[in-house]
């Protein structure tokens, strides 16, 4: 039972040589722990988690990366907030060295917690054996070099995950896309609301490939990976290598959340392209996006197009039954002792979101263990009342458009009208924006309650806030106050 809520960090491999590089990797292990908070779990354990600790010699810290795209990736984005995480626990500036990638040395023993496809074993290996049975496309691009290995989770395979009425033809496309080659539909379309396992089918699609072709290049990547490595290969000169991995070097690409793309209009460009060129060499193509082609808005017609041309599949939040058999499966899987009534109680109180339903349980397992109780409906109750309500219950709807309204001085039926002033509209959008994030209503409900506007309208208000929020420091401070105001 893991007790905390980034367990898994004690895991990382960590080859202390004397008392004093002990001290200097449990301050590793310590950084990881608080690094872990501020990511996401699937951040954590694509990009920090595969990095290997070999050691710390004074201020010098030896990586070693499972490849050398992780490695990149890793330094590109992560690495300072290491090394500050680093310094905070120790006080000292340390400089990282890193080791080269085992795709770069003799075969050797991977660390276990590493994700990757089965394809690695022979990814180890420059030369391709002499037994290996030639690939059964001879036309599918291959060279000496071994296949990149794309960073999966090794915990979301199809086995893994739960099919159901609600996500069956998502779950059944994906397969088809891991399956079929070549490629019966494409793109894979793969779209539905936060936390629906969307990600999970795309890396269970990564690894079956990999087992059943091993050949194959597979490139996953989110759509704000897809636009940082768009805009690195801008600013280092490296266009050429970019397109040629992205459009030569690939047989199946793997693009999460596309809708990132929305109004970044050079990456939509290069993006167009990567996909005529994989798709005229009929290589599969597989897209998630938080909503349908037709709803994305900012992005260019010929590209919303193509993501229609091939099976869209629609994952919606999971009936009941499948919400009990995820918590079924997740507490056997981390040993949890799960009686039917808590399941039912959990599962009854989170409808919309797996990750949520799935960090209920983690979190009362957790409370148990610490208090050393047993997980009974009523610790059940106890412990999760107060998160299962994230949203009290005096934040409606009505109420955020009083408050909005008072805040910015204008009218209840002006945020109701179809007004596009931007002394109305502004404050609509934000109206939009925390009646999302604080009350349960869904898109559709909510473009009534805002005087019958179509439920993209709310959509693409909610996401521009969300997106300015980011870099306008006046706009946070509005929303921080309405929220205080709000929630008190
Ligand atoms: P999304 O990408 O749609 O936001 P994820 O794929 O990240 O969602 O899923 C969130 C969590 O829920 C993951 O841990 C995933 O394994 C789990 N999950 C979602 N749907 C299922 C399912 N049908 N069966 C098993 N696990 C699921
Ligand atoms: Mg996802």
Redesign the pocket.
């Given at each position: 039972m893991r007790a905390s809520t980034v367990p898994e960090s004690s895991n990382i491999p960590v080859q202390a040589r004397s008392a004093d590089s002990d001290a200097a990797a449990s301050a590793w292990h310590r950084a990881l722990d608080r690094i872990a908070r501020k990511l996401t779990p699937?951040n954590f354990d694509m990009w920090i988690r595969p990095i290997e600790c070999l050691g710390i010699d004074g201020r010098r810290v030896q990586l070693r990366a499972p490849n050398s795209y992780v490695r990149w990736w890793f330094e590109l984005n992560y690495l300072q907030i290491v090394l500050a995480e680093l310094q905070e626990d120790t006080g000292a500036e340390h400089q990282v060295h890193f080791l080269p990638e085992p795709e770069a040395q003799a075969p050797q023993a991977e660390p276990a917690e590493v994700p990757k496809p089965p394809s690695d074993a022979r990814a180890e290996s420059h030369e391709p054996h002499a037994s290996e049975p030639e690939p059964a496309d001879k036309g599918s691009i291959r060279s000496v070099e071994p296949p990149p290995k794309p960073a999966l989770n090794p915990?979301?395979t199809f086995e893994?995950?739960?099919?159901?009425p609600s996500?069956q033809l998502a779950y059944a496309a994906s397969h088809a896309a891991a399956s079929a080659y070549p490629p019966k539909y494409n793109p894979v379309f793969i779209c539905?609301?936060?936390?629906?396992?969307?990600?999970?089918?795309l890396h269970a699609i990564g690894h079956l490939v990999a087992q059943k072709r091993p050949e194959h290049r597979i490139r996953y990547v989110s759509g704000e990976q897809f636009m940082n490595e768009y805009v690195h290969a801008i600013r280092s000169n490296s266009m050429h290598d970019f397109r040629s991995r992205y459009r030569d070097g690939c047989d199946a690409l793997l693009v999460?959340d596309v809708q990132f793309l929305a109004g970044k209009d050079g990456t939509q460009d290069e993006f167009f392209h990567t996909f005529n060129a994989l798709h005229d060499a009929h290589r599969q193509i597989v897209l998630?996006a938080d909503r349908k082609p037709h709803e994305i808005s900012d992005i260019a017609d010929r590209l919303r197009t193509r993501f229609a041309w091939g099976l869209l599949a629609d994952?919606d939040p999971?009936e009941l039954e499948?919400r009990v058999a995820?918590l079924r499966?997740?507490a056997t899987a981390e040993g949890i002792a799960l009686a039917d009534d808590v399941a039912m109680y959990i599962a009854n109180a989170i409808k919309s979101n797996?990750?949520e339903?799935?960090g209920a349980l983690i979190r009362l397992a957790a409370y148990a263990s610490l208090s050393g109780q047993h997980i009974t409906l009523d610790f059940a109750r106890q412990t999760l009342e107060g998160s299962l309500a994230p949203h009290p219950e005096h934040v409606s709807v009505e109420r955020v458009l009083r408050t909005v309204a008072s805040y910015y001085n204008v009218k209840i039926a002006d945020l109701r009208s179809p007004r596009r002033h931007k002394n109305i509209a502004h404050p609509r959008a934000v109206a939009m924006y925390l009646a999302r994030s604080h009350t349960r209503e869904s898109y559709p409900d909510l473009g009534r309650a805002f005087g019958g506007k179509h439920h993209t309208t709310v959509l693409n208000a909610v996401d521009k806030i969300g997106n300015r929020l980011r870099n306008e420091p006046g706009l946070r401070g509005e929303v921080r106050a309405l929220e205080s105001l709000l929630l008190r």
């Open positions: 699937q915990r979301y893994t995950f739960i099919a159901g996500n539905g609301g936060v936390g629906l396992g969307k990600t999970h089918l999460d998630t994952i999971p499948v995820i499966q997740k797996v990750r339903l799935e």
